[in-house]
């Protein structure tokens, strides 16, 4: 894997996992 397609990974990564760790604890917090 290179680092331009690593870098395109990882920033799946965050994407698909941010809005779902947000709404788990939004509902917490509230």
């Not at 331009?4 to 509230?30: F, K, Q």
């Amino acid at each position: 894997m290179d680092y331009e397609g690593s870098l395109l990974y990882v920033g799946n990564m965050l994407m698909s996992w941010a809005p779902i760790e947000i709404s788990d604890i939004t509902p917490d917090r509230i």
